[in-house]
């Protein structure tokens, strides 16, 4: 890494980025209808208040250990490890309950919207994971919940919509644009901005606009705090390499935070390069993205040159958009992280591999994360390396039943 | 005269009496042929108009301007065939631009102040460029004389609205209710207090949009406001293959 870039990572880690504008570097910002700034400067206020509350931090972490599940384990994969010739250690998000990290985000925005006193929560979701995190947390704390969800998604991820009602949440699915998760960020801020006073937005991801992916990545730190941990306890020091899939990108800033100061361990986020590197077939965002505006936030994107936002394609409901978290394109800026992309039908492959041989049916969006893990090992014989094993794949069961049967 | 000032005199002196008609049009809807001719014929009504760039994600808007800026979309409508179209016209009615930012962002802020001045545009309303995040399109325009019309609305503190009425140009774009373009529920009884709040802070003209649907709309805050933007409502009249024209003759008379 360059001096400059070195000096912006120290500003990172010592909590001056997101700075006053809502930045990480040049990324980031609240690029938000004027109707919701009041709501927005509410929030910030209120986020430093309670994220360093430690009456607060208490009952979150009590929440997080007794209802969600945490900690979640660190798996040693014995039999990836034999075969890909490195140490793979897993870290089970999979195991949370509603069986993905979407519930440390989830959980922790309701129990502050509690604090502050709002009637009601909306929520978008892709895959159906933070729609049902958003729920399960709503149904909890008594908050009524809406969720927002693309008619295509509603379809591909359907056990999760039935999830939802079932745990009392109004699922509203949403027809128009492209009818996936970027559509129902649209629609979800469209119904925000009705009422900004007495709702809160839980946001799933590291997206939107400031304060929104700082509170998020915070919501998420909690994962790459456990498994450093975990990996010096039960591994007895530190991965040489960490991966995570990367849509919006909250699993992977989850994980990745803890590690940044740790010069020695690489960090890889894999994207969505769905059917082809053609604009239009992937959700490559950092890939192939260039710099531009949408929901809230200046980050990387997938738009064309008339500033229109791209349709995009993966085979994973969670990582189909165009966007990506401000603080991975800062991350990305300044090398630190390294952005690559795996096919859909590399990480279908991989599902069934980590399937048979470790006994673990990961998301299709986690799936991504192994194909890389797999690329780095056959050049890196007898290394170590960590998962993010965000979530577990049961709600993918009706696209893998239909290509069983294929 | 163009730009800011020009917009604020058309609004002072209404073609038909107060208060002064802004009529929003999405730019090619539900065709491109007759865009051109749809603006001649608004322009002897409207005081100024207002052009809808269309925008994949338009996250203020309801779902008549959804549905408005898809087709025209399709339609092949962009920011650069906007801009070669007025170029090819001239009306004696000022001319803003309501786009989200990102094809702006794209455009390039010197070339927006360039085919601005080209095709007769005198300003932009940008629904997703608050006021901390304004400083650099509003810098590029203001020094071309070109306008930035800030949004308030009645979420918007006090100190905010003063605030925002300190940087906008042209006029302050009042918007009337909490939601996006188009609602129909009526107006509530409180949006004159709030409207004559903006009106005792501003020092230029205030305009009020968003759900202002009928002659009622009008009367409601005519004696509050220094114009209305009526939106959704003439799409619709256009889309249903109706005279604007007439539509706009009725909201005030």
């Known amino acids: 890494m360059k001096n400059k870039d070195q000096n912006l990572l120290r500003a990172l880690l ?92 989830a959980l922790g925005q309701a129990m502050l919207a509690k604090k502050l006193g709002v009637k009601r929560i909306v929520a978008e979701t892709g895959a159906g994971q933070h729609g049902v995190a958003s729920a399960a947390a709503c ?48 629609e979800a801020f469209r119904d925000w901005v009705s009422d900004p006073e ?130 991975h394109a800062f991350l990305q800026s300044i090398n630190r992280v390294k952005y690559t992309s795996a096919r859909d039908d590399e990480a279908l492959e991989l599902l069934r591999e980590v399937c048979e041989h470790e006994g673990i049916l990961p998301a299709i969006e986690s799936s991504h994360a192994f194909v890389e893990a797999r690329k780095w090992a056959r050049g890196n014989q007898g290394k170590r390396i960590l998962i993010g094993l965000s979530g577990r794949g049961d709600k993918d069961m009706p696209t893998l039943s239909k290509l069983m049967n294929e | 005269m163009i730009g800011g000032k020009y917009i604020e005199k058309k609004i002072r002196a209404p073609k038909a009496g107060g208060p002064a008609i802004i009529p929003f049009i999405t730019a090619g809807y539900p065709n491109t042929e007759d865009f051109k001719q749809t603006l001649h014929e608004i322009a002897k009504k409207a005081d100024v108009i207002e052009i809808g760039v269309p925008f994949s994600d338009p996250m203020a808007d309801g779902v008549t301007i959804q ?81 930035l019309i800030q949004l308030v609305t009645p979420a918007t503190p006090l100190d905010r609205i003063e605030l925002i009425a300190n940087q906008s140009t042209g006029f302050i774009y009042a918007v009337t209710v909490k939601g996006v373009t188009g609602g129909e529920d009526a107006l509530s009884a409180d949006v004159t207090d709030y409207l004559k709040q903006v009106q005792e802070i501003s020092r230029i003209p205030v305009c009020a949009g968003f759900g202002i649907r009928e002659k009622s709309d009008v009367e409601m805050i005519a004696d509050y406001i220094d114009g209305v933007i009526v939106g959704s409502a003439i799409v619709e009249t256009i889309e249903k ?12 008379n």
Request: charged fraction near 20%; hydrophobic fraction near 40%.
């Open chain 1, 14 to 105: 010592d909590g001056e980025l997101p700075d006053e504008s809502g930045r990480f570097g040049s990324f980031g910002g609240q690029y938000a209808p004027e109707t919701l700034m009041p709501a927005l400067k509410k929030l910030e206020k209120n986020i430093k208040i309670f994220l360093n509350d430690e009456v607060f931090q208490e009952e979150f972490i009590n929440e997080l250990n007794s209802w969600a599940g945490r900690p979640t384990a660190l798996t040693y994969a014995s039999q990836l490890s034999k075969r890909w010739g490195v140490e793979v250690f897993l870290k089970r998000e999979d195991l949370t309950h509603t069986g993905a990290h979407k519930i440390n985000n």
């Open chain 1, 198 to 327: 007495n709702t809160h937005y839980i946001i799933g991801s590291v997206v939107g606009p400031h304060p929104f992916p700082y509170l998020v990545r915070e919501m998420q730190s909690i994962i790459g705090k456990e498994a450093r941990q975990q990996m010096l306890d039960v591994g007895e020091n530190l991965p040489d390499a960490v991966f995570a899939c990367v849509g919006g990108g909250s699993n992977a800033i989850g994980l990745f935070h803890a590690f940044l100061g740790d010069k020695e361990v690489e960090l890889f986020g894999i994207e969505a390069g769905g059917r082809s590197d053609d604009l239009g077939e992937n959700a490559a965002t950092l890939a192939s993205g260039k710099p531009g505006i949408l929901h809230g936030t200046y980050s990387m994107l997938l738009h064309d040159d008339n500033g229109l936002i791209q349709e995009t394609h993966s085979v994973s409901a969670g990582l189909d958009y165009p966007g990506v978290g401000p603080e």
């Open chain 2, 67 to 147: 549905r408005s800026s898809h087709l025209a979309i399709e339609n092949g409508v962009t920011l650069t065939w906007i801009f070669d179209q007025l170029r090819e016209i001239k009306l004696d009615t000022p001319i803003v631009l309501m786009s989200y930012l990102n094809p702006l962002y794209v455009f390039g802020m010197k070339e927006l102040v360039e085919a601005s001045i080209a095709s007769g545009v005198d300003g932009f309303i940008v629904p997703d460029l608050p006021i901390e995040e304004s400083k650099e399109l509003n810098e590029q325009l203001m020094d071309a004389g070109l306008a």
């Open chain 1, 139 to 186: 149904a909890r704390l008594g908050l009524p919940c809406t969720v927002y969800m693309g008619a295509i998604d509603i379809e591909r991820q359907a056990p999760n919509v039935d999830r939802m009602k079932q745990l009392g949440t109004e699922v509203i699915s949403v027809m128009s644009g492209d009818q996936t998760l970027r559509a129902a960020i649209d």
């Open chain 2, 241 to 252: 293959g109706n005279s604007p024209t007439e539509f706009l003759d009725q909201l005030k």
